[in-house]
C-alpha cells in the first residue's frame, strides 16, 4: 500500500464478515485508503483502485481498536459476536458477547476522543431491526417505542445510545442503520453466510426437511447482503444528514417463513432435479427467544429519501441462483 495521506481513510471493522466482503466490494473502486480489519482472511477484489491494507486481528485484544482506528476519516463499525449459525442468540451471562457487541463500539469512541480531530470522524454502526421488540403498527418505523426483549437487541441498543451520545458531543458523527433480515447470494457469500436462508438452503441441499418453530405466518423483512453494503456506503456518502440518529434499512416487503421456506425448497428442488424437501412445522427447541414468534417488517422509506438508497434485489431471484450456482459447482454438495 502507497501511503497518501490526502486521500480519506477509511475502516471497516469486521471486515472478515458476510456483509464486511459485500463492503469492502463496493468501496474497493474508490479512489480512497481502505483499512480493512477482521480476525479471518479478508477478501479484496482482484482489481480495485483503492489503496488496501489490511489488518488480520482479534479486536478483544488490548489496544487493538485503538490501533485499527488510528487517523480513520470514517469508520464502518460491522462487527457482531457469532454463536454457531445465528449471531442473535446470546445469553445474559455471555462476557465475550457483551465485549464484542457493546464493549467495541465504546472502545471506538474512546480512540476517536483521544485523536482529537479537527472534525469528528464519521462512525456507521450496524444494528438489527428486532431491537424495537414487540410492536404493534403494521410496519416499524424510526419513531416507533423501543423495547428491546434479547440480550443480543439490548448489547446493540446500548451500542446505539452510546453512538447517539458521543455525536451529540461532537466527538464523532455517528449514525446506526437498524438492518432487515439479511442473506447472502452466490457461492462465495454461502461460504460466509451463517442466517436463516443459508442454514435452510443448506438443510435442502441435504435432503433434509425444512423446519418451523411455528405453523409458518411469522413475518420477516429480507434484504440481500449486497443491497445492504450499498446503503452503507450511501450512509458513508450522506453521514452528516444522518448523523445523530437511527435508521431503518430493508426492503419494506413482508415475507412469511412458511413462504421463504418453500422458495428455498422449491429453488433447490429446480437446481438439482429432485423432489422439494418437506417444510414442516415442530416443536420450537429451548433455544428459541421471543423474537422468534414476532413478525418484523420496516418502513425504509425515511433511509431511501435520506441517503438515495433502494433495494434492487429480490430474495426470490437470489435464492434460485444461489441454488443453481451450488448445484452447478458441486452438486449436492453446498
Not at 453512538?163 to 458531543?169: C, G, I, N
Not at 461532537?170 to 436462508?197: C, E, H, I, N, P
Not at 429451548?286 to 434492487?312: C, H, K, M, N, Y
Request: proline fraction near 6%.
Amino acid at each position: 500500500m502507497t501511503d497518501s495521506p490526502a486521500l480519506p481513510l477509511v475502516v471497516v471493522l469486521g471486515a472478515s464478515g458476510l456483509l464486511g466482503t459485500a463492503v469492502t466490494r463496493e468501496l474497493a473502486s474508490r479512489r480512497l485508503r481502505l483499512r480493512l480489519v477482521g480476525r479471518r482472511p479478508v477478501r479484496v477484489p482482484e482489481r480495485h483502485r483503492a489503496e488496501v491494507e489490511i489488518r488480520r486481528v482479534d479486536l478483544t485484544t488490548p489496544g487493538a481498536v485503538a490501533e485499527a482506528v488510528e487517523g480513520a476519516d470514517a469508520v464502518l463499525h460491522l462487527v457482531a459476536h457469532v454463536v454457531g449459525p445465528a449471531t442473535w442468540r446470546v445469553s445474559s451471562d455471555d462476557a465475550l458477547a457483551e465485549r464484542v457487541n457493546l464493549g467495541l463500539v465504546h472502545e471506538v469512541i474512546d480512540a476517536l476522543r483521544a485523536q482529537r480531530r479537527t472534525g469528528p470522524p464519521v462512525v456507521i454502526f450496524t444494528g438489527s431491526m428486532s431491537q424495537t421488540g414487540k410492536f404493534t403498527s403494521e410496519r416499524i418505523t424510526e419513531s416507533t417505542p423501543d423495547q428491546p426483549l434479547t440480550t443480543y437487541d439490548r448489547h446493540k441498543m446500548d451500542a446505539e445510545l452510546a453512538l447517539k451520545a458521543a455525536t451529540a458531543e461532537g466527538v464523532v458523527r455517528g449514525a446506526t442503520l437498524r438492518l432487515a433480515t439479511l442473506f447472502g447470494q452466490g457461492r462465495a457469500a454461502s461460504a460466509l453466510d451463517k442466517g436463516l436462508v443459508a442454514v435452510m438452503m443448506r438443510r435442502a441441499f441435504a435432503g433434509r426437511p425444512l423446519t418451523m418453530w411455528h405453523d409458518g405466518g411469522i413475518a420477516r423483512d429480507l434484504v440481500c447482503i449486497d443491497d445492504t453494503a450499498r446503503a452503507v456506503v450511501a450512509a458513508l456518502d450522506h453521514a452528516d444528514r444522518l448523523a445523530g440518529r437511527h435508521w431503518l434499512v430493508g426492503t419494506g416487503r413482508a415475507t412469511t417463513i412458511g413462504e421463504l421456506f418453500a422458495g428455498i425448497a422449491r429453488a433447490v428442488s429446480e437446481a438439482t432435479g429432485r423432489p422439494p424437501v418437506p417444510v414442516t412445522s415442530v416443536a420450537p427447541p429451548d433455544q428459541a427467544g421471543p423474537t422468534d414468534f414476532l413478525d418484523f417488517v420496516i418502513d425504509p422509506s425515511a433511509f431511501q429519501e435520506a441517503a438515495g438508497w433502494s433495494p434492487r434485489i429480490r430474495w426470490e431471484d437470489a435464492v434460485t441462483a444461489t441454488a443453481a450456482e451450488l448445484a452447478a459447482a458441486a452438486p449436492g454438495q453446498p
